[in-house]
Nanobody, 123 residues
Framework: QVQLVESGGGLVQAGASLRLSCAAS????????MGWFRQAPGKEREFVAS????????TYADSVKGRFTISRDNAKNAVYLLMNSLKPEDTAVYLC????????????????WGQGTQVTVSS
């Protein structure tokens, strides 16, 4: 069992930056690949970024590539999402997720989810 708690969301203006954090507790954090997803009202849950257990490989959705950076600190049991140049279309609830499996861009492949943190970007 893994518990995930996100933080760092908020209301910002377009062009601003935010850094989301996801704190993990329970099973050995370094065993898990981690992902960030987002969900806007009335829309499907959308892949944002993922990172392998070692941090050696990262993947991004095309919509955030070059603006967002995922990272992890296994000593602190945490994963981060640095979001730069935010746009109104980035507005959503951001959720972190953990998996021991593969297919990191698919939400269905994740075993554990946090409750999410709201990010709102005004124009």
């Amino acid at each position: 069992q893994v518990q995930l708690v996100e933080s760092g969301g908020g209301l910002v203006q377009a062009g601003a930056s935010l850094r989301l954090s996801c704190a993990a507790s329970g099973r050995t954090f370094s065993s898990f690949a981690m992902g960030w997803f987002r969900q806007a009202p009335g829309k499907e849950r959308e892949f944002v970024a993922s990172i392998t257990w070692s941090g050696g490989s990262t993947t991004y959705a095309d919509s955030v590539k070059g603006r967002f950076t995922i990272s992890r600190d296994n000593a602190k049991n945490a994963v981060y999402l640095l979001m730069n140049s935010l746009k109104p279309e980035d507005t959503a609830v951001y959720l972190c997720a953990a998996t021991t499996g593969f297919g990191l861009q698919q939400a269905s492949n994740y075993d554990y989810w946090g409750q999410g943190t709201q990010v709102t970007v005004s124009s």
